[in-house]
């Protein structure tokens, strides 16, 4: 690395929940143009909540989102995505009555329609099947395509940075394969990518750099080599971290 | 029973299913939007009508663009209501919007009262009172024109839900709407169109109406509960279900004045709400519980 990149997405002290429960307690991250980073931790560490904040879905109560360089801190998810960010949210919210067609253009909706077919060659280029399914309706496709449908909406609002939210959970091995595939694409492509996992493992691998998160902020952020050593993240693999998780 | 007469009860069963479909109708583009029974639906309904003669008889404007204006100026009562009232309760929590929309109800036809007075007002038939026969049972001009302009509404609505971009965003925020926030959907924008559709549709029925029965500030509620009974009769949220559930309610009706009594039409309704309520919560033409994927 010659050269700083530039960086995409910084977040300071970042603090959101529900109603009065923080889940998001003091997050300071930050992605540089071009990276892919996970971000690890048990379940209720707050990473899904933490994504949630990023677009606006749920309000951050403090702290700062900085993206490009703009204060994006509590902008609407609307707004969100039409400055750059795109979420491949928890449980993929499709909108399973409708066409695989109309999903990918209700997510090119923010863009310029002159760019909706070129966007549609690229997804339907990156992930055959959903050509093959175009007029099917969302409901009936396969968890794999559904997930790959998720990326692929996300990915028709031509977005900056995209986030992904467990894009592997209930997946088959060979589906998750294919998925981390497009993402690895879509890296060398040039995307900025921010993704949460459980299978900590697969993610790292796939990194430049990892976050864990455990109970609402930060424990621990490196490079994803260095992480994959680490003792203690080694001990999350295993679904297990000290017996702290309980405790929150 | 000959087939005329029971023809002539068909026609009149169509005459007020149509009328209870467009107030259905709004009932479900609201639920759609917003999962909340907007209970001021049938004062817009007055309204459509009361504002029509108030341009017609007090105005003076012509019956075609009076009536233009009662449902223009009831569309805009409706986008002012979900804008000043509905988008104030900042975490659309259900429960508060709907007694929101009982308040609504309430102010909206004591102003009415108090604009338009305590009286009935009529309004002139359409294109006169003429009348043709079909296979001898009779059929007044006006039910045409009640019959032809549902027809109207119900197939402009399919095609702005289905062939634009904006019916396709109110079906996505439908459908899920925070799926529909992150794909870029300003949702709040949806339930306001939702509220201006949902009074124009109310307003037509009653402006429709209105030549054959008269207006008055207090005609909302009986109204608006028969639409309610036909939306969930149907099955809430679903537009064509609304229609289906508009027109076999005011067939039901219908045939409960030709077999039993007349006296006990209104209650058609409301046995209809409870008897859907109870044994077929979905509605005749609603799945049998509202997954979300």
């Known amino acids: 690395m010659s050269s700083e990149p530039r960086t995409v997405l910084s977040v300071e002290g970042?603090?959101?929940?529900?109603?009065?429960?923080?889940?998001?307690?003091?997050?300071?991250?930050?992605?540089?143009?071009?990276?892919?980073?996970?971000?690890?931790?048990?379940?209720?560490?707050?990473?899904?909540?933490?994504?949630?904040?990023?677009?606006?879905?749920?309000?951050?109560?403090?702290?700062?989102?900085?993206?490009?360089?703009?204060?994006?801190?509590?902008?609407?998810p609307e707004r969100a995505v039409r400055a750059g960010l795109a979420l491949v949210p928890e449980g993929r919210m499709l909108f399973g009555p409708m066409s695989v067609e109309e999903n990918l253009e209700l997510g090119a909706q923010v863009t310029d329609r002159t760019q909706t077919v070129g966007s549609l060659e690229r997804v339907f280029d990156l992930f055959p099947v959903l050509a093959e399914r175009r007029s099917q309706t969302a409901a009936t496709l396969s968890g794999g395509e559904q997930q790959m449908l998720a990326v692929a909406r996300a990915l028709m609002a031509r977005p900056r940075l995209l986030l992904l939210d467990e894009p592997s959970l209930g997946l088959a091995p060979k589906v998750i394969k294919e998925i981390f595939g497009a993402l690895r694409k879509l890296k060398d492509e040039g995307l900025t990518i921010l993704l949460v996992e459980q299978d900590a493992r697969l993610a790292l691998k796939h990194s430049d750099r990892g976050y864990v998160m455990r109970t609402g902020s930060i424990a621990l952020a490196g490079d994803a080599a260095d992480l994959l050593e680490d003792d203690d993240v080694r001990l999350i693999y295993l679904g297990a971290w000290r017996g702290e998780g309980e405790s929150s | 029973m000959g087939g005329t007469e029971l023809l002539q009860f068909v026609l009149a069963g169509l005459k007020n299913g149509s009328i209870y479909a467009l107030v259905a109708l709004g009932f479900t583009l609201i639920y759609a939007a917003t999962g909340v029974i907007n209970f001021a639906q049938g004062e817009f309904y007055m309204l459509g009508g009361m504002l029509s003669v108030w341009a017609y008889a007090d105005l003076g404007l012509p019956l075609p663009l009076a009536g233009l204006v009662g449902v223009a100026a009831t569309a805009a009562v409706g986008g002012v209501f979900e804008l000043g009232a509905i988008r104030q309760r900042k975490d659309g929590d259900p429960l508060a919007l709907i007694v929101i929309t009982v308040g609504g109800s309430m102010v909206l036809s004591s102003m009415a009262r108090h604009l338009f007075g305590p009286n009935e007002r009529p309004l002139p038939l359409f294109s006169g009172g003429g009348s043709v026969s079909v296979f001898g049972a009779v059929l007044e001009v006006q039910t045409i024109w009640i019959l032809g302009l549902t027809a109207l509404a119900v197939v402009g609505l399919w095609y702005l839900y289905n062939r634009t971009g904006l019916g396709r965003a109110m079906r996505a925020c439908a459908v899920n709407r925070d799926a529909a926030r992150i794909v870029g959907i300003d949702t709040r924008l949806m339930v306001t169109v939702s509220f201006l559709l949902a009074a124009a549709l109310g307003a037509l029925a009653g402006l429709a109406v209105t030549p054959l029965t008269q207006t008055a500030f207090d005609v909302g509620p009986t109204v608006g509960i028969k639409g309610f009974a036909a939306a969930i009769l149907g099955g809430l949220g679903n537009p064509i279900a609304a229609v289906v559930g508009g027109l076999v309610l005011g067939m039901l009706e219908s045939v409960s004045i030709a077999f039993i009594s007349s006296t006990y039409k209104d209650a058609i309704a409301l046995i209809v709400l409870l008897a859907v309520l109870f044994m077929r919560p979905q509605g005749i033409l609603g799945r049998s519980s509202r997954e979300k994927v």
């Not at chain 1, 071009?34 to 990023?54: R, Y």
């Open chain 1, 14 to 76: 970042l603090h959101a929940g529900y109603g009065h429960v923080a889940v998001v307690r003091g997050i300071d991250m930050r992605v540089a143009e071009g990276e892919l980073v996970t971000l690890i931790g048990a379940n209720g560490a707050g990473k899904s909540t933490l994504l949630k904040a990023l677009v606006g879905l749920v309000p951050p109560s403090a702290g700062t989102v900085r993206f490009l360089g703009e204060d994006i801190t509590r902008m609407r």
